[in-house]
């Protein structure tokens, strides 16, 4: 019978938290690691001692996405055992050079078009900063949609893309348990993050897009738990999906009413949006904004005057 921990780890990140599951059957697999620091490593340390093992006992590693407090602490696990996740992660967790400059490539033309001030530019994207957190080490297997992974009979592996390209989620149908990364979280809305066009292609994804579509797919399975990568677990799955969708889309009204005032640009849809947060955090707020710009474009709510130096959204 397989028996699933969670073990809640402090993250140097404002969710002060992750969410790691460490799945005991035949074998012993830690889903999702926590970031590569000592806080993180000693809490993983002292909880798994509290049920009779340790970290050097694990004999698979899957991760849900790419993101520092998810895979970090992949550089001080056991350098033999499988590790496991979406291909796409592979750049990612190696941080191969390629990527860190298709990635500075791309946030420096972004931020032209989204008319994001000089100033704000010359302090960089924050990918720099959290990658400090984060691992250099190669998948060994990679997952797509529909695959089984030995360690975890029962469960399928599902594409999950909108918080992150590379994400999965693992369902196990027999009893609605779905172990969902940052899928779907509790007392938090997962941010659809921005990522460069990669494996590729040539224009970035529309995360915000993904993420809804991932959300609807959630709420029309017969999902009685979420396992979540912050946070409690989720029981009433449907409703909650229904309360994410429903707040992304008055937020979208909420942009298209600001738009039908006058156009704007991307940044200053973010500043009237975000008041409070957009200096702090502005990749972050950024992502939103183009998220739900995204959103009404694609619903031919808006219109974007590409003929300036900077992209300027307007309602049609
Ligand atoms: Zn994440």
């Known amino acids: 019978m397989t028996q699933i921990f969670r073990m809640e780890i402090p993250v140097p990140f404002p969710v002060e938290t992750v969410n790691v ?14 970031t590569n620091t000592d806080d993180a490593w000693n809490a993983l340390v002292q909880q798994m ?50 990527l860190l400059k298709s990635y500075q490539q791309f946030f420096a033309e972004l931020g032209a078009q989204m008319g994001i001030p000089e100033a704000f530019m010359r302090k960089g994207p924050s990918l720099t900063r959290t990658l400090a957190y984060s691992c250099r080490r190669s998948l060994t297997h990679s997952v797509r949609e529909g695959d089984h992974i030995d360690a975890l009979p029962g469960f399928t592996v599902l594409e999950t893309p909108g918080h992150a390209s590379t994400h999965i989620a693992l369902y196990r149908e027999e009893d609605g348990l779905f172990i969902g990364g940052d899928v779907l979280l509790r007392h938090i809305s997962s941010n659809p993050l921005l990522e460069p066009p990669c494996h590729g292609e040539t224009e970035r994804a529309k995360p915000l897009l993904q993420y809804n579509d991932t959300l609807r797919r959630l709420g029309d399975m017969p999902v009685l738990r979420v396992l ?69 474009q694609y619903n031919q709510q808006v219109s974007i005057d590409t003929s300036g130096p900077h992209w300027v959204y307007h309602t049609r």
């Not at 599951?21 to 926590?34: H, N, P, Q, S």
Request: some cysteine.
């Open 21 to 34: 599951f460490l799945v005991k059957g035949e074998t012993l697999t830690l889903i999702d690691t926590g």
């Open 49 to 98: 001692g509290r049920i009779g093992h340790h970290p050097r006992e694990i004999e698979n590693v899957v991760i849900t996405h790419h993101h520092a407090d998810h895979c970090g602490l992949l550089d001080r696990l056991p350098r033999d055992i499988p590790v496991i996740g979406h291909p796409w992660n592979e750049p990612w967790v190696t941080q191969s050079p390629e």
């Open 228 to 296: 979540a990568g912050h946070g409690p677990d989720v029981t009433e799955v449907r409703p909650l999906v229904q309360e994410r969708l429903h707040k992304q889309e008055q937020r979208a009204q909420k942009v298209w009413h600001m738009l039908r005032e006058h156009p704007m640009t991307a940044f200053e849809v973010c500043r009237e949006l975000f008041p409070a947060l957009y200096q702090k955090q502005l990749a972050l707020t950024l992502s939103e904004t183009v998220g739900q710009l995204d959103v009404l």
